[in-house]
């Protein structure tokens, strides 16, 4: 499918989702979220992770779009929200795991696209925040309630009351990134762990990955009760035979998703 501001690349399992506006630094319009839902929604059955970066060398997503929302009222602000929101939660919800390549600015809605992802690695030029109150508004893509699960509810209101922007050691030091890489290694370093990952089995990864997600919202008696289920299901496919199958015969498992 032929996008305008996005790019879809796939090789070996992996697509590498790229937005592409370099000369906007990559800001969300209207546009690139229909463009992004669209892509979420029509990976190739073959793709087993996906890593989404910006293109050019500044920002990874700058924001939403300011050229865009300044002249709007609030019933097309609605709009706008309902649309992020649906394209970051089908995105949180794919059943392969999801990493965000942190190449540079990821501020607002660039912020809150990477907190939909599973992982998050930055560059050490990356700068995150979600500085939407110095506009008069408030993150609208999910932000307020992603960035509080991952990072406590005092540290996402410190973020969200002051607008501050962190710089890469920062997001690692609280917890909104993993792992901090020179500009130059980030892009291979997250091939490197979708390559881990492709080695699993692919049934087993998307279980773990709702399980996680759902147990989340959830005490902890329920949670369980989600994993124990996930676990069982999983021995009526032919990839959990085949992983213990493979793991007596000290060879590697040829999974197949099934």
Known sequence: ????????????GIALLTID????????????????????????????ALIITGGGDKAFVAGADISEMASIGAAQAREFAALGHRAFQTLEQLPIPTIAAVNGFALGGGCELALACDLIYASEKAKLGL???????????????????????????????TGERLDAAKAKEIGLVLDV???????????????????????AIS??????????????????????????????????????????EKRPAGFTGK
Do not use: W
Not at 135 to 155: A, N, S, Y
């Open 131 to 161: 500085p939407e109150v110095s506009l008069g508004v408030i993150p609208g893509f999910g932000g307020t309630q992603r960035l509080t699960r991952v990072v406590g509810k005092m540290r996402a209101k410190e973020l969200v009351f």
């Open 181 to 203: 890489l020179p500009a130059d290694q980030l892009l291979a370093h997250c091939k490197a762990v979708a390559g881990k990952m492709l080695k699993n089995g692919p049934l």
């Open 21 to 48: 506006r370099p000369k906007a630094l990559n800001a969300l319009n209207s546009k690139t979220l229909q463009e992004l839902e669209s892509a979420f929604t029509s990976l190739p059955a073959t793709v087993r």
């Open 1 to 12: 499918m032929a996008y305008e501001n996005i790019r879809l690349e796939t090789e070996d």
């Open 207 to 248: 279980q773990a990955k709702r399980v996680i997600e759902f147990g989340a919202d959830q005490d902890l008696r329920a949670a369980n009760e989600l994993e124990r289920q996930g676990f069982a299901v999983l021995f009526g496919s032919e990839d959990q035979k085949e992983g213990m199958k493979a793991f007596l």
